[in-house]
Antibody, heavy 117, light 106 residues
Framework: QVQLQESGPGLVKPSETLSLTCTVSGGSISGYYWGWIRQSPGKGLEVIAY???????AYNPSLQSRVTILLDMSKNQFSLKVGSVTATDTAMYYCARHEYGVGLQHWGHGTLVTVSS | DIQMTQSPSTLSASVGDRVTITCRAS??????LAWYQQKPGKAPKLLIS???TLESGVPSRFSGAESGTEFTLTISSLQPDDFATYYCQQYSTFWAFGQGTKVEIK
């Protein structure tokens, strides 16, 4: 059974860079899309970025200038960096796997990131 | 970008009720639409893919339909476990979620 687990600091200072890693177990990175979705407290779901295992990427236009998504197939991990964070980046961050034509079948439990000094 | 407009934002219903949630895409997305259920403190769970394909293990009281750019999620007989927030998501172009519909107890 595929499992995803987010890891990274729970607290980030304003103007710094938020870095998260998603570790995939029970399955391969190959053949799927891998994405980051966040949810601000009490709000809806926002797609940040995703990438195909071949390396092609897609970014939310509203965040694109501050966001990088990377894949490390040797470690079965993918990562997210969000630069110049502000309080509005405070959210639960989820990593997820998308199967082509199906949707986001597998999700991590999520990790809460708070931006505060 | 394709926008997803989901309605209603809140739905009050009783156990046994038939409920329908609607999602409208700003342009054609073919059938590239999924529905998710999210409970407090949990990650979303995929219920339906390709507008109407029920995921394995999802109760048959859930169903999805499409008509052009309008998509619906129907729960035929609401059960206590179904009180949650539901989201649609298009994956035709850059993935995008609807605003969500909270199904609450009447």
């Amino acid at each position: 059974q595929v499992q995803l687990q987010e890891s990274g600091p729970g607290l980030v200072k304003p103007s710094e860079t938020l870095s998260l890693t998603c570790t995939v177990s029970g399955g391969s990175i190959s053949g799927y899309y891998w994405g980051w979705i966040r949810q601000s407290p009490g709000k809806g779901l926002e797609v940040i970025a995703y990438m195909y295992y071949t390396g092609s990427t897609a970014y939310n236009p509203s965040l694109q200038s501050r966001v990088t998504i990377l894949l490390d197939m040797s470690k079965n991990q993918f990562s997210l960096k969000v630069g110049s964070v502000t309080a509005t980046d405070t959210a639960m961050y989820y990593c997820a796997r998308h199967e082509y034509g199906v949707g986001l079948q597998h999700w991590g439990h999520g990790t809460l990131v708070t931006v505060s000094s | 970008d394709i926008q997803m407009t989901q309605s209603p934002s809140t739905l009050s219903a009783s156990v046994g009720d038939r409920v329908t949630i609607t999602c409208r895409a700003s342009q054609s997305i073919s059938s590239w639409l999924a529905w998710y259920q999210q409970k407090p403190g949990k990650a979303p769970k995929l219920l339906i893919s390709k507008a109407s394909t029920l995921e394995s293990g999802v109760p048959s009281r859930f169903s999805g339909a499409e008509s052009g750019t309008e998509f619906t999620l129907t729960i035929s007989s609401l059960q206590p476990d179904d009180f949650a927030t539901y989201y649609c998501q298009q994956y035709s172009t850059f993935w995008a979620f609807g605003q969500g519909t909270k199904v609450e107890i009447k």
